[in-house]
């Protein structure tokens, strides 16, 4: 398969955030303004924010970066410090998976 030498050394990282119920809006704002510059970054592969069908206060941000060292540039970025600085408080849950892609 063509360019499959690039998947394996592609980090992937699946982000789950839970808004409080009563600040879903407020989260999607401040999440959707994270798009732009961080598919502006250097090392940015794949950027793409998605809602849950069922709980609306579930977001999931699916990634992709050339490096490990690259997404460390986007994780202490400033668009990233002002979206955990603005959303203290406003998030219920959040984790992040490293993931590798397998077949």
């Not at 502006?40 to 977001?59: K, M, R, S, T, V």
Request: proline fraction near 3%.
């Amino acid at each position: 398969m063509k360019g499959n030498e690039n998947m394996t050394s592609t980090l992937t990282i699946v982000a789950n955030i839970e808004a409080k119920a009563d600040k879903i809006e407020f989260v999607k704002t401040e999440l959707l303004k994270l798009i732009e510059p961080t598919r502006l970054e250097e090392g940015c592969i794949q950027y793409d924010l998605h809602q849950d069908n069922n709980n609306p206060a579930l977001f999931t941000f699916v990634e992709n970066w050339v490096s490990n060292e690259l997404l460390q540039q986007h994780l202490n970025s400033p668009h990233l410090k002002m979206y955990v600085q603005a959303t203290e408080g406003a998030v219920a849950s959040f984790t992040l998976n490293e993931i590798t892609k397998i077949a």
